[in-house]
């Protein structure tokens, strides 16, 4: 159902990096920003980047976003066992009028 | 801060239709678009549907024929109704701030605040 694809897990020892992948199309990522969402279990999602690569007021510089054509990419440096979580990323698909998330990436840190 | 307070029944019929009401509380509701999403236990995140002060909307094309988003600026306070429910409409709802806007043709996009969400679940 979800017009954006991403890894379903990623992971890496505390202190690494990992990268989170998000593939959409012409329609979503290929024409308008992407945001990238963090989650954790039984609680809301809170957002991490958006316009493609800024942070909201609190979020730590270790997270970063950039895109590419019709992908885009969450990274996440200096791994904490906080960090444990599901990401998600989200777009304005043109085409379909319509909000689209992508089918979500569980980090986990060794 | 602005905080969101989703309220409704935790406990829907099939067939029946499900309501909820989003509370904003830290801020107005003017001037800003309101959504809702949700989320089927164990899966991803769906977009359902946006309304801005004004009562301009938006809804996902999958829903549309079931969804009908409504706002309260007096009681700042939106509210969304999904009609014909089933057990596949089983999930926790979340209403959300939305910050959207077109600039030369590329869109804006995302949700800046969140509810705490509310579990429905469809069941007899």
């Known amino acids: 159902q979800s017009v954006l694809t991403q890894p379903p897990s990623v992971s890496a020892a505390p202190g690494q990096k990992v990268t989170i992948s998000c593939s959409g199309s012409?329609?979503?990522?290929?024409?308008?920003?992407v945001s990238w969402y963090q989650q954790f279990p039984g609680t809301a999602p809170k957002l991490l980047i958006y316009e493609n690569n800024k942070r909201p007021s609190g979020i730590p510089d270790r997270f970063s976003g950039s895109k590419s054509g019709t992908s885009a990419t969450l990274g996440i440096t200096g791994l904490q066992t906080g960090d444990e979580a599901d990401y998600y990323c989200?777009?304005?698909?043109?085409?379909?009028?319509?909000?689209?998330f992508g089918t979500g990436t569980k980090v986990t840190v060794l | 801060q602005v905080q969101l307070q989703e309220s409704g029944p935790g406990l829907v019929k099939p067939s029946e239709t499900l309501s909820l009401t989003c509370t904003v509380s830290g801020g107005s509701i003017s001037s800003y678009y309101w959504s809702w999403i949700r989320q089927s236990p164990g899966k991803g995140l769906e977009w359902i549907a946006y309304i801005n002060y004004s009562g301009s909307t938006n809804y996902n094309p999958s829903l549309k024929s079931r969804v009908t988003i409504s706002v309260d600026t007096s009681k700042n306070q939106f509210s969304l109704k999904l009609s014909s429910v089933t057990a596949a409409d089983t999930a926790v709802y979340y209403c959300?701030?939305?910050?959207?806007?077109?600039?030369?043709?590329?869109?804006?996009?995302?949700?800046?605040?969140w509810g705490q969400g509310t579990l429905v679940t469809v069941s007899s």
């Open positions: 012409s329609s979503n990522l290929g024409t308008n920003y």
């Open positions: 959300a701030r939305l910050r959207v806007t077109m600039v030369h043709g590329v869109i804006m996009y995302y949700f800046d605040y």
């Open positions: 989200g777009t304005w698909d043109s085409r379909l009028s319509s909000g689209v």
